[in-house]
């Protein structure tokens, strides 16, 4: 018999993201209000949105870059730390690569930085062994064969590639990647998703991927968020923020999903690239 009085095992076990009615407003300008979210982990969270809807916004909170106006983000039951760490990595779009720096050298140096705080600069064992860990780390993005390449002579998919490998080299257990592959010509980014799933299967990574492509978000994501405005008041186009108006399970009945993100607004869908 089921006991009413305790709490069921979903409510007992603590959710690896919670966000706890977390706002984010600028000035006057509300972005984002009432959003609250349990991420298991190994979750792939896959966020979709009009344009300006405060999407990066949302991934700049996961990332710890800023703290919300009211609310709070748990990591583990936990307040997310103050600053970004270790624990979560960011792929932009672009340029998030050192030009300067060889192609090993990109992601070597993200382990240097704490281990040599000054220089970021290792000697001796120390920077073997950082190199070997750069290397294994790029070898698995498929960059092996460009260790001493600069980051001008890579293709946009490799560069992207590049930068996945110098965010995975410091073992984040939360993976925010914010319209990573969006300038990539669609072959290549069929080759980068297949990379993506991969890597999300073998480091059991929790990720958070905001992408204008409908169907890259149905195809990559156990779980489709949508944001928007449910509220607008056209003489206050800032009075209020979007929220998540849609949270649609992706790998439990894929017939079901995919009727949930054919039945989106149009004004979403619109927006978007539409459903493969
Ligand atoms: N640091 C900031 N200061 C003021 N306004 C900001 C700041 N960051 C974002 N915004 C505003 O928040 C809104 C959402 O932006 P953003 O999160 O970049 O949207 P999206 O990624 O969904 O396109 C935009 O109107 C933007 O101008
Ligand atoms: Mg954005």
């Excluded at 089921?2 to 977390?22: E, G, H, L, W």
């Excluded at 001493?148 to 490998?165: E, F, N, T, V």
């Amino acid at each position: 018999m089921i006991d009413s009085t305790q709490p069921s095992a979903a409510n007992r076990v603590t959710p690896f993201i919670k966000v706890k009615n977390v706002w984010q407003e600028y000035g006057d300008q509300v972005v984002l209000e009432r959003l609250n979210l349990n991420i298991a982990e190994g979750e792939f969270c896959t966020l979709v949105g009009t344009s300006g809807c405060g999407k990066s916004t949302f991934l700049r909170l996961l990332l710890g870059q800023e703290r919300p106006s009211r609310g709070e983000i748990l990591l583990n039951g936990q307040p997310l730390p103050h600053e970004p760490d270790a624990s979560r990595g960011v792929v932009f779009q672009r340029y998030s690569v050192f030009p300067h720096l060889t192609v090993l050298n990109n992601v070597a140096l993200g382990l240097a930085l704490p281990r040599a705080p000054v220089f970021g600069r290792l000697i001796g064992r120390a920077r073997r062994e950082a190199n070997e860990e750069a290397a294994a780390i790029l070898h698995k993005v498929g960059l092996g064969q460009s260790l001493d390449k600069y980051p001008a002579q890579l293709s946009g998919g490799m560069q992207q590639r590049l930068a996945i490998a110098q965010a995975l080299v410091m073992k984040p257990r939360v993976l925010l990647l914010d319209e990573p592959f969006g300038a990539l010509d669609p072959g290549i980014r069929k080759d980068m998703h297949a990379l993506l799933l991969e890597l999300w299967q073998e480091i059991r990574l929790t990720v958070f991927m905001v992408t204008h492509d409908l169907s890259e978000g149905f195809t990559l994501g156990t779980r489709l968020m949508v944001f928007d405005k449910p509220r607008i008041d056209p003489g206050a186009p800032n009075a209020y923020g979007a929220c998540i108006t849609y949270d649609i399970p992706l790998n439990s009945d894929r017939r079901l999903a995919r009727a949930a993100v054919e039945a989106l607004p149009k004004h979403i869908a619109s927006g978007l690239n539409s459903a493969a």
